[in-house]
């Protein structure tokens, strides 16, 4: 029977090739996620597909078996050359050339030529025919047609660009030491071999007669891709190209020659400089450049220059520019200038500058408001502390009392005074502190045609309008305890910014005035009596040794009448201490109506009372002690059980030379009180004899 096979060396060489470019392609494939691993992976396994079916063409023993297998091989052979060119621009990143299009311009000479060679036998363009080969090889020689040539000499076309590509990668390598050298050294080495020995076979130069060796040189190609794996991290470390890092990094790059002419400039620089590359390069760096940015590039031999520049937009850009020399043998041979944008940064260094400042003065102004408790000065405080922010023309704070609907203006600041304000009820008039109050936010007139909210009632030919107007509601625990307002006579006088930190402000200042109504109404509870609401004994001694020192100081007379009322005692028992209440205010708001406001009213205890008489001597104090008698004792006081009336008894007493202390001044007029009661004429004077009369 006749044999089908003759398995001889060359088969087996060519067979081992094909093993070996399945082993590489297996292992590159396991790093099919690293750029160029997957093209690099079906490159060997078309190798691989082109020596096992030469191996078997080798091995067949009839004619038709080995045109078979010759037209398989062929599926590798026009495949190798293109994946090969495909994986050198991957390799190197060059995106650009591996679009789609420009995938199928590279596959329409090989699949062309591998549809030729499927058709050989109708046109006879790749081989015309074929003679036996050398005696032992089991080998048939081809007479090659003109698409052979053809498809070689497209091969080699691609080959070499391939190798152009590679080879570019050394000269962007800083050290020919790195990893990344010794990968593209490797894979210029594997690509050599096959290109070498095909150009021989091709050329008929063949040192082995008979004999195709192009794919067995292959073998080479996986045994120096193995090297380039294992040994420098072929497929696990990939250099990242140099121009792709250039084209596509965000920061702006120029390169100028020596003659300072634009040698390179890529996209983020033309964003950045407002210049395109095809109307730059070549020109003076000067004429490219807009003028924000000619001074540091008009630097001479300059070793480096670092500079932050502001562009001439609205609002403006900054960039970081850094200019250093480009060196080769130690001569300068150019500049190389980067453009980093830092806009960004800038924006937030100065937010964060703001806030800072803000803070600082937030926290000035809380300490400023929030050390004094005495409500207008407060207030005072605040107006000046806010000065600083905004400009004022007016200002004042207007306390909102809830339970009544009242607005109070304490004090009230403009054309460089301070006035004290009006009381208002919120429900007749509400206006825009109404608004504010209600709404619960800033209210922000940019430019009033009409005067807006003024605390005081002035002269039309003394008005002046205000045509901005800021009133920021104060709060404290959720609720509205008065409203802030700053006003201009200028329109638009106010910005956004101010206004936001002048709302961080009234957080504190609604606190700091809080406080103060708080300590106000403590101190008033403190020396008022609650059920007349005059002064108590305890701010009868301190306000009457203020009154006692004054007199002394300015040797001025000071008089003081102590009474009571006749037989209260027996009134409470008679008619309730309810009724008695109700007498004892009502006496209380007679006798302030015949005192001045100087006059220091208190009540000493009980139904006892003491008036402060400043600027008076004994006569002038005895005609208000007779008009406060003959008032008290014609007034009818209203009750339950009738109209009923009452008298007073009433002692008077002159702050005098045997007077050394308030409380032996009281104590004369208390004397005199007692000798009024007793002689029943309801007034007594106390004389400097020690004796009432």
């Not at 062929?74 to 994946?83: E, F, H, S």
């Not at 990344?180 to 490797?186: M, P, T």
Request: aromatic residues 10%; contains cysteine; negative net charge.
């Amino acid at each position: 029977m006749e044999a089908h096979w003759i398995y001889t060396p060359y088969a087996a060489v060519l067979h081992l090739t094909a093993m070996l470019s399945l082993v590489v392609a297996i292992l590159i494939l396991i790093r099919r996620q690293t750029i160029g691993a997957g093209t690099f992976s079906l490159l060997m396994f078309a190798v691989a597909e082109w020596a096992g079916a030469a191996g078997f063409e080798a091995a067949a023993v009839s004619v038709e078996e080995k045109i078979l297998w010759a037209k398989i091989e062929y599926v590798g052979a026009v495949l190798v050359p293109t994946l090969f060119l495909i994986f050198a621009l991957e390799y190197r990143q060059s995106h650009h050339f591996l679009s789609p299009r420009y995938i199928l311009f590279y596959s329409i000479v090989p699949l062309t030529v591998l549809v030729m060679t499927i058709t050989n036998e109708f046109h006879a363009l790749i081989w015309t025919g074929f003679i036996p080969g050398p005696s032992g090889l089991n080998v048939i020689l081809y007479q090659h047609g003109i698409g052979f040539y053809f498809l070689s000499a497209y091969d080699y076309l691609l080959a070499l660009i391939s190798v152009v590509v590679l080879a570019s990668g050394l000269r962007q390598t800083k050290s020919k030491r790195s990893p990344y050298a010794g990968q593209v050294y490797f894979l210029l080495l594997s690509a050599l071999f096959p290109i070498v020995v095909g150009l021989l076979y091709i050329l008929g130069v063949n040192p082995f007669p008979g004999l195709d060796i192009t794919p067995i040189s292959f073998f080479f190609t996986g045994f120096f891709a193995l090297i380039g794996v294992f040994r420098f991290g072929l497929f696990r470390i990939l250099p990242v190209a140099r121009h792709a890092v250039i084209e596509y990094m965000e920061d702006g790059v120029l390169v100028v020659d020596s003659s300072g002419l634009l040698a390179d400039i890529n996209p983020a620089a033309e964003k950045y400089l407002g210049v395109q590359a095809s109307h730059s390069v070549g020109y003076p760096i000067e004429q490219v450049v807009p003028k924000w940015c000619t001074l540091p590039c008009k630097q001479p031999d300059l070793t480096e220059v670092q500079a932050e520049l502001k562009t001439d937009e609205v609002p403006p850009r900054y960039f970081d520019v850094r200019i250093r020399p480009l060196y080769e043998r130690k001569h300068m041979t150019g500049r190389l200038i980067v453009l980093r944008d830092i806009t960004e940064r800038r924006k937030a260094e100065k937010e964060l500058q703001r806030q800072n400042e803000e803070l600082n003065i937030i926290n000035h102004i809380s300490l400023a408001v929030t050390t004094g408790l005495d409500m207008e000065q407060t207030i005072k405080t605040l107006h000046e502390q806010c000065s600083l922010i905004a400009p004022i023309d007016i200002f004042y704070v207007a306390l909102y009392d809830e339970t009544r609907a009242l607005v109070t203006v304490p004090v009230y600041y403009e054309r460089g005074q301070y006035k004290t304000g009006l009381v208002r009820d919120i429900n007749e008039n509400p206006g825009s502190l109404g608004n504010i109050i209600r709404m619960r936010r800033t209210l922000y007139l940019r430019d009033a045609i009409r005067p807006v909210t003024r605390p005081l009632n002035l002269p039309p030919e003394n008005e002046k309008v205000a045509r901005s107007y800021i009133g920021i509601p104060l709060m404290v625990r959720d609720k509205v305890v008065g409203v802030m307002v700053l006003q201009s006579y200028r329109p638009l006088a106010y910005q956004e910014n101010q206004i936001r930190l002048l709302e961080r402000i009234a957080i504190h200042a609604a606190i700091a005035i809080e406080n103060a109504r708080l300590y106000a109404e403590v101190q008033r509870l403190a020396i008022m009596d609650e059920l007349t609401h005059i002064y108590n004994y305890r701010a009868l001694l301190e306000l009457g040794k203020r009154e006692v020192e004054r007199a002394r100081r300015f040797n001025h007379p000071l008089a003081v009448l102590f009474f009571d009322i006749d037989n209260f005692r027996d009134f409470n028992n008679r008619f309730s201490h309810s009724i008695g209440n109700i007498v004892l205010q009502e006496v209380v708001r007679v006798v302030s109506d015949a005192l001045r406001s100087v006059d220091v009213f208190s009540r000493y205890g009980g139904d006892e009372f003491v008036i402060f008489l400043p600027e008076t001597d004994l006569n002038a104090a005895y005609d208000v002690a007779r008009r406060i008698y003959e008032q008290v004792a014609s007034t009818k006081i209203s009750t339950l059980q009738g109209e009923l009336g009452v008298t007073l008894s009433i002692g008077i007493a002159a702050l005098g030379p045997d007077t050394p202390d308030l409380n032996t001044l009281i104590e004369h007029a208390n004397q005199a009180e007692h000798a009024a009661k007793a002689s029943g004429t309801g007034i007594s004077v106390y004389q400097d004899t020690g004796t009432p009369e």
